[in-house]
């Protein structure tokens, strides 16, 4: 707490403070608290979608086999033009969303062309797909835990610091204030004795 200077003035820039700490601070309990409950959210949904990598991998393994045929153009087709996102607001943070991979449409002789080629395109695809959406899974789970650290910090703020200072501050200011109102009636007292003192020597006279 940094150096409190006892007056009226700064009494009412401390009550003042502890308002807006006192009002500010529900907002960032509650911005945590949905914070955490989007990670346990998100966090979930990336573990089923790396259950269901691991799945389809294991299943590519069951053909993989064919990828020995010589097919041209294959590894072109498995890279992606663009990949569609949009973004979802939780809490005041914006965080990306997968949609989908868009890959450029495939030519290729049907006659020439091994008979597996459409099946595990499509498979691979899917693979190249669900990287990609794990990989945002995982994007978004660091933004939000990013957001998380920093509201944290500012509960502690307020909760451990800001508010106890102020409510600190004003006690010892009304502390100062109340002991100088005191000394201000003794010395009222004193000064009114005096007074009545000397008004009761010069009628003795």
Same mark, same amino acid.
């Given at each position: 707490?940094? +150096? ?12 003042? @403070? ?8 529900? /907002? ?23 259950? #269901?990598?691991?799945?389809?991998? +294991?299943? @590519?393994? /069951? ?5 020995? #045929?010589?097919?041209?153009?294959? +590894?072109?087709?498995?890279?992606? #033009?663009?990949? &569609? ?11 990306? =969303? ?8 495939? !030519?290729?002789?049907?006659? /020439?062309?091994? &008979? ?45 610091? +800001?508010?106890?200072? @102020?409510? !600190? ?21 004193? @000064? ?8 009761? #020597? !010069?009628?003795? =006279?």
């Amino acid at each position: 707490m940094g +150096k409190v200077k006892f007056t009226k003035g700064e009494l009412k820039r401390q009550r003042d @403070a502890l308002k807006q700490y006192e009002r500010y601070l529900p /907002t960032l309990q509650l911005k945590k608290q949905q914070l955490q409950l989007e990670i346990l959210h998100q966090s979930g949904l990336l573990e089923r979608k790396e259950l #269901e990598l691991e799945a389809k991998y +294991k299943y @590519a393994l /069951t053909w993989s086999a064919f990828l020995i #045929e010589d097919v041209t153009g294959l +590894k072109g087709w498995l890279k992606p #033009e663009e990949a &569609l996102t949009s973004s979802k607001n939780v809490a005041g943070v914006d965080v990306p =969303v997968f949609q989908s991979l868009r890959f450029r449409d495939v !030519e290729y002789d049907l006659f /020439t062309a091994p &008979l597996w080629v459409d099946a595990g395109l499509k498979a691979l695809r899917e693979l190249v797909s669900l990287q990609k959406e794990i990989e945002i899974l995982k994007e978004g789970i660091s933004i939000l835990r990013h957001e998380l650290r920093i509201t944290t910090q500012r509960v502690n703020l307020f909760e451990k610091v +800001k508010i106890p200072e @102020a409510k !600190e501050a004003i006690r010892l200011i009304k502390i100062y204030i109340g002991d100088q109102m005191a000394n201000a009636v003794g010395r009222s007292k004193i @000064a009114k004795n005096k007074i009545q003192d000397n008004i009761l #020597e !010069e009628a003795a =006279v």
